[in-house]
């Protein structure tokens, strides 16, 4: 209830200082985390504490397959909002000279959309690479580990944007980069040891800079090439 009382009170000052689009997609993201918390309280809670709980993990798996449950295009969506809207505020603090405040709602669904399509690709690169090298079975955790370092970098990041935003400070989002550094290092040694027994580790750290951290620095460098030409 102090989450759903303190962005009530945010919304004010989001109507204040930002668009009206912002509202809607911060209350919009208040729904959705209560459908979470009281539909499916329980799954949700084991999720948030599965990646660094391997009794919660065990648990978490042996009730079923969580992508094929009611509860995930909630969760999924969830995540895509947030990290999207986390996504946006970065853009407008970090690339002012490319940020339009008249058409800032075109930015945040162009964000959505990267953030959609790059989940998606990187689902279909797994798919294959599984395949290729004979670790299907594998293949549901490998997903899993991934959608719950999302999970927990979503929540705490949302947290933060609230804070930031209400308070006026941008500078709070700093506060996210150790927590995005020690969750991304920890699911990246899971997936390292969860991989390693199946396949050479060189081919996975080849497979794994290519595609989870080689995409994110060519955005960010194409958009700083942007931004210095404006």
């Not at 969830?78 to 405040?101: D, E, M, R, S, V």
């Not at 390292?192 to 580790?201: A, C, E, H, M, Y």
Request: glycine fraction near 2%; charged fraction near 15%; charge should be positive.
């Amino acid at each position: 209830m102090s989450l759903f009382y303190s962005v009530v009170i945010s919304t004010k000052h989001f109507i204040e200082t930002d668009s009206n689009w912002i509202t809607l997609v911060n209350l919009l993201i208040i729904v959705l985390l209560t459908l979470l918390f009281t539909l499916y309280r329980k799954k949700t809670l084991l999720i948030f504490q599965s990646l660094f709980s391997p009794r919660h993990y065990t648990q978490l798996v042996r009730e079923g397959k969580l992508f094929t449950e009611n509860s995930f295009p909630i969760h999924i969506a969830t995540i895509f909002i947030i990290q999207a809207l986390l996504g946006y505020f970065l853009f407008k603090h970090f690339f002012p000279a490319l940020w339009n405040p008249e058409k800032s709602y075109n930015i945040y669904f162009i964000v959505l959309g990267v953030i959609i399509v790059d989940y998606l690709f990187k689902q279909i690169i797994t798919f294959f690479f599984t395949y290729l090298f004979e670790f299907i079975e594998d293949r549901y955790d490998y997903w899993l580990y991934k959608l719950l370092y999302l999970s927990i970098n979503s929540l705490i990041a949302y947290l933060l944007l609230l804070s930031a935003i209400y308070t006026g400070y941008m500078q709070i989002l700093y506060a996210y980069i150790p927590v995005f550094l020690f969750t991304y290092i920890f699911m990246s040694i899971k997936l390292f040891v969860l991989i390693s027994k199946k396949i050479n580790p060189f081919h996975f750290f080849i497979y794994f800079c290519t595609f989870e951290i080689l995409p994110y620095f060519l955005l960010v460098k194409f958009l700083f090439v942007l931004e210095n030409r404006v």
